[in-house]
C-alpha cells in the first residue's frame, strides 16, 4: 500500500512537473518568441562580400572589405571541410532539431568534472544552428533570456531550412580571424588557395578557428583536437588523421597579404573613384570584381624607373634636406587605359599621388599647344620667327626682359627649330602675334588648362598655368590619336557578385582592339584640329627627342615623340613623350616648390622616360606615326628652312608641308644675331 501510494505521489508530481514546465516553456516562448527578427530573409542570404581589384592580367591586387569574404556554397565546399567543423562544433548536427539536448547533458557533466579537477574537456552545447542564430539576429552577451531566444530561432531555423542551407550561412558567417569571414576568405588569407584545394590538415586547423581564431599556436593543437575529433566520428582513419597531423602547415605570414608597394597610388586612385560613383556600401560589401587597366610588367617598371632617378638625386643630399619627389603615368592615348601610375617615392611615406592630384606649373611643356595654334592657322613649321631680345613694361611697372636658357639670340630661325630647341624668346614673339587668348584656347580645348580660367594673361601661355601630370598627357595624346580628347580609364569592367557587368571602361571615341592599328573611330565627336596640323606638331615634338632637348628620352629602334619641361629656377620638371600606341609623362619636383639646384634639368625626366619606355617597348616592332593625306614632303635646313638644293650648308631634315605651303627662300647671308627691340605691357 505504502509502495503504490508512494508511486501515485511520484507521478503526480511528474505530470503537474511536466504541465508546468510545459506550461512555463510556453510562457517564455510567448514571451521572447514573439519579438524576434524575421529569420525567413535568409532564405535569400546574400551576405557582405569582399570587393576584390585585379591587374589586367587577371592577378590580385587588393581587396576592399569591412568584412573579408568569399562566399562558397554548400556544393562547392569540400566534404572533409565540412566534416571538420561538425565534428568540432556540433557532432550531432545532422540529427538535431536545433538545439542538443544530449549535447547539453553531456556539457553539464564535463563542465562540471573540469570544474573539479577532473581530466575532462570544458564544452559548449550551443549547435551550429544555434551559431547561426547569435550570429545573424543576436548579440554576445551572456544571459538566460539571450540564449532562450537562440534556443527558440534555432528551432525555426530547423523547421524553415534543410540542414545544407543552415551550413551555408554559417560557413560563410563565421569569424576566422584576421578579418576574414567564412571559410572561403580564410582559406585565401591563411592558405592563398581556394576552399576546393585545401588538404585535411587545413580543413582541421580552419575548423579549429572558432575557438581560438587570434592564436595562431593554440589554432594548431585545436587543428589536432579536431583531426581526434574526426576519427571519434569516423570521418577519417587513424592513418589518416596522423598523417595531417605530422603536415607542415604553410600558413601567409603574419596571417595577412600585403599588396605591391608599386600599385597603392594607382589602387587608392581606384578607390577614390569607385567611392565616389558607388559609394562605401556597394565598394566595401557587395563583392565586385573590379578588372582594372594596369599592367603589371609596364607598372613594375614605371615605379623602378622613377625610383631610381629619385634615388641618384637624393643620394648626394643632405640627410635632413627635403627628398625629391615625382611621378610616372603611362596610358593608351587611343582608349585612355592607363597601364601605370606612380605617385611617389613610397605610399607608405606619403599617400598624396602627384600624377593626379599635385597642381604645378608646367613650364615649356605648354608650348605645343601655342605652336599648334599658329600651325592651325596656315603657318609653316619652317616659317622665320626672330630670336632676339624683348624688352617691356608688367602691368606693375617693372621691366621685363625674357631670355633663353643658353643666354643667346639667333635672329631668324624656323618654328620648328625654336621648338625642338624650346627657345623661349621665340614662344614670346608667336604668342604676341597669335594673340594671348588664341594661344591659351588650344591648350584649353585639348583640356591642359580648365576653360574657366580667371585670369587670362600671358604667362599663362607660356607655361606659368598649373595642372596635373594626368591632365597633361591627357592633352599630349590629342597629338597621336588623331585629335580626340581620350578621358584616362582606371577600370576596364566591374561585375557584382553573379557576374553581371556593372560597367566600366566605355570606350566612347574608338573601338579598341590589340590586332586592329589604327583604332576604328565610332564616335560623331569632332576632333580638337585637322589632321596635318596635328602631324606636322607630331613630327616636331619628334624632333625633339632626335636632335632637341629631349635627347635624352631616345629609345633606340622606335619611334618617340615627346617635349620637355622646366619652369623658373628649375622648380619643376617634366616630360611627356610617346610613341604610336603608348604615351607616358613624368613629373619631378619638391611637394614644397623649390629650385632643384646645379645639373637638374629635363633631362632627368626624359632619363625615366627612356628608363620605362625601353621596358614598354622591348617585345614590340617599331612602328611610324600615321601620316595623313595631303602632306609633302621635301628636304630643308633645319636652320634657315630653305630647300637643301638651294642651301646645302647644315643639318638636313624632312619637312612635312601642307598644300600651298614650301620650304623658304635660300638666305642671302648670315641669320643676324640680334634684332630691334620691341616694347609693350606684358
Not at 122 to 138: D, E, H, M, P, Y
Not at 431 to 438: A, I, P
Request: aromatic share 10%; proline share 5%; with cysteine.
Amino acid at each position: 500500500m505504502k509502495f503504490k501510494k508512494f508511486l501515485r505521489i511520484l507521478l503526480n508530481i511528474l505530470f503537474w512537473g511536466f504541465t508546468i514546465g510545459i506550461a512555463a516553456l510556453a510562457v517564455l516562448v510567448f514571451i521572447y518568441g514573439n519579438d524576434l527578427p524575421d529569420y525567413k530573409k535568409l532564405a535569400t542570404y546574400a551576405p557582405p562580400v569582399a570587393t576584390r581589384l585585379y591587374a589586367s592580367d587577371g592577378s590580385l591586387l587588393i581587396e576592399y572589405a569591412e568584412e573579408r569574404r568569399v562566399f562558397i556554397d554548400y556544393d562547392d565546399m569540400p566534404a572533409q571541410l565540412v566534416n571538420a567543423f561538425v565534428a568540432a562544433e556540433d557532432q550531432n548536427f545532422w540529427t538535431h532539431p536545433g538545439i542538443d539536448v544530449q549535447g547539453i547533458m553531456r556539457a553539464l557533466v564535463n563542465n562540471g568534472l573540469h570544474m573539479m579537477g577532473f581530466n575532462a574537456r570544458f564544452s559548449g552545447a550551443s549547435t551550429i544552428t544555434q551559431q547561426v542564430a547569435k550570429n545573424f539576429f543576436l548579440t554576445s552577451e551572456r544571459t538566460i533570456s539571450r540564449k532562450i531566444k537562440e534556443a527558440i530561432l534555432a528551432l525555426r531555423l530547423e523547421r524553415t531550412f534543410s540542414k545544407e542551407h543552415i551550413l551555408t550561412l554559417y560557413m560563410n558567417q563565421i569569424y576566422l580571424g584576421s578579418r576574414a569571414y567564412g571559410v572561403g576568405s580564410a582559406a585565401l588569407m591563411y592558405f592563398n588557395k581556394p576552399v576546393s584545394d585545401l588538404t585535411l590538415s587545413e580543413c582541421a586547423f580552419l575548423a579549429a578557428l572558432p575557438k581560438a581564431p587570434n592564436n595562431r599556436d593554440n589554432a594548431i593543437e585545436r587543428r589536432n583536437y579536431v583531426l581526434r575529433r574526426m576519427v571519434e566520428e569516423k570521418y577519417i582513419t587513424q592513418a589518416q588523421a596522423d598523417a595531417a597531423a605530422a603536415e607542415e602547415l604553410n600558413i601567409n605570414s603574419g596571417f595577412t597579404a600585403q599588396m605591391d608597394e608599386d600599385f597603392q597610388y594607382f589602387a587608392e586612385d581606384v578607390r577614390r573613384q569607385l567611392l565616389e560613383t558607388l559609394g562605401r556600401e556597394t565598394l566595401y560589401n557587395q563583392g565586385l570584381y573590379i578588372k582594372t587597366t594596369i599592367v603589371p610588367e609596364l607598372q613594375h617598371a614605371a615605379s623602378a624607373a622613377l625610383n631610381k632617378e629619385l634615388d641618384r638625386y637624393n643620394s648626394v643630399r643632405g640627410e635632413n634636406e627635403p627628398k625629391l619627389q615625382g611621378a610616372i603615368i603611362a596610358m593608351n592615348p587611343h582608349t585612355g587605359r592607363i597601364v601605370a601610375m606612380s605617385g611617389g617615392r613610397s605610399f607608405r611615406e606619403s599617400s598624396f599621388n602627384r600624377a593626379t592630384q599635385a597642381m604645378r606649373q608646367i613650364g615649356s611643356t605648354i608650348k605645343p599647344f601655342v605652336y599648334l595654334a599658329a600651325l592651325e592657322r596656315g603657318t609653316s613649321p619652317q616659317a622665320l620667327i626672330l630670336d632676339a631680345p624683348i624688352v617691356g613694361w608688367r602691368e606693375n611697372d617693372t621691366l621685363w626682359k625674357p631670355e633663353n636658357y643658353d643666354k643667346k639670340f639667333l635672329g631668324d630661325i624656323p618654328l620648328r627649330f625654336a621648338l625642338e630647341t624650346s627657345r623661349n624668346v621665340p614662344a614670346v614673339r608667336l604668342v604676341q602675334s597669335l594673340g594671348v587668348e588664341n594661344a591659351i584656347e588650344v591648350a584649353q580645348r585639348f583640356g591642359v588648362y580648365p576653360s574657366n580660367l580667371p585670369n587670362v594673361n600671358l604667362s599663362l601661355a607660356l607655361g606659368s598655368g598649373e595642372t596635373t601630370l594626368q591632365r597633361l598627357v591627357q592633352g599630349y595624346s590629342a597629338f597621336v590619336n588623331g585629335g580626340y580628347l581620350i578621358q584616362p580609364k582606371l577600370v576596364d569592367y566591374i561585375q557584382d557578385r553573379y557576374g553581371h557587368t556593372l560597367g566600366g571602361n566605355s570606350v566612347d571615341l574608338v573601338k579598341w582592339q590589340e590586332d586592329l592599328l589604327p583604332p576604328e573611330k565610332i564616335s560623331d565627336e569632332q576632333p580638337l584640329s585637322d589632321p596635318q596640323s596635328l602631324y606636322q606638331m607630331v613630327s616636331i615634338l619628334q624632333g625633339v627627342v632626335e636632335r632637341g632637348t629631349g635627347k635624352q628620352a631616345r629609345v633606340p629602334g622606335h619611334t618617340i615623340a615627346g617635349k620637355t619641361g622646366t619652369t623658373n629656377d628649375v622648380k619643376d620638371i617634366w616630360f611627356v613623350g610617346f610613341s604610336k600606341n603608348l604615351i607616358a609623362g613624368v613629373y619631378l619636383g619638391f611637394d614644397m616648390p623649390a629650385p632643384l639646384g646645379r645639373g637638374a634639368g629635363s633631362h632627368m625626366a626624359a632619363r625615366v622616360f627612356a628608363d620605362f619606355m625601353k621596358t614598354a617597348l622591348a617585345n614590340e616592332t617599331n612602328q611610324p606615326f600615321s601620316v595623313p593625306d595631303g602632306l609633302t614632303f621635301m628636304r630643308v635646313n633645319r636652320m634657315s628652312g630653305a630647300s637643301a638644293s638651294d642651301d646645302p650648308n647644315g643639318t638636313i631634315i624632312t619637312e612635312a608641308f601642307k598644300p600651298g605651303q614650301k620650304p623658304n627662300p635660300a638666305p642671302k647671308k648670315s641669320q643676324a644675331q640680334s634684332g630691334p627691340v620691341v616694347g609693350g605691357v606684358f
